[in-house]
């Protein structure tokens, strides 16, 4: 059974930062490419960073030079590094693997206030 638990979100004031994990197992993780999502209130879910299996990283272009996006293939678990958190960035932040099937984590929630 695939499990994707994500972890780490909280409240942060702007221009703070938090680093938000996701602890995969189930699957042979390093062969998995793997990606965090966002979702802010009232709107639809949208991609945020990508890493595949051999680390390369790809960002949407409102978090670039903000958000970092790594993994550790022996603790099988995904990073986020958030710094310079905008109050935009307010959202429910989910992990995606691809192996190549699609799981989903159940969401951890950000909350960045003025």
């Known amino acids: 059974q695939v499990q994707l638990v994500e972890s780490g979100g909280g409240s942060v004031q702007a221009g703070g930062s938090l680093k938000l994990s996701c602890v995969v197992s189930?699957?042979?993780?390093?062969?998995?490419?793997m990606g965090w999502y966002r979702q802010p209130p009232g709107k639809e879910r949208d991609w945020v960073s990508t890493i595949n299996r051999y680390g390369t990283t790809t960002y949407a272009d409102s978090v670039k030079g903000r958000f970092t996006i790594s993994r550790d293939n022996v603790k099988n678990t995904l990073y986020l590094q958030m710094n310079s958190l905008k109050i935009e960035d307010t959202a429910v932040y989910y992990c995606?693997?691809?192996?190549?099937?699609?799981?989903w984590g159940r969401g951890t929630q950000v909350t960045v206030s003025s």
């Open positions: 995606k693997i691809s192996c190549p099937e699609n799981y």
């Open positions: 189930g699957v042979i993780f390093n062969l998995c490419g």
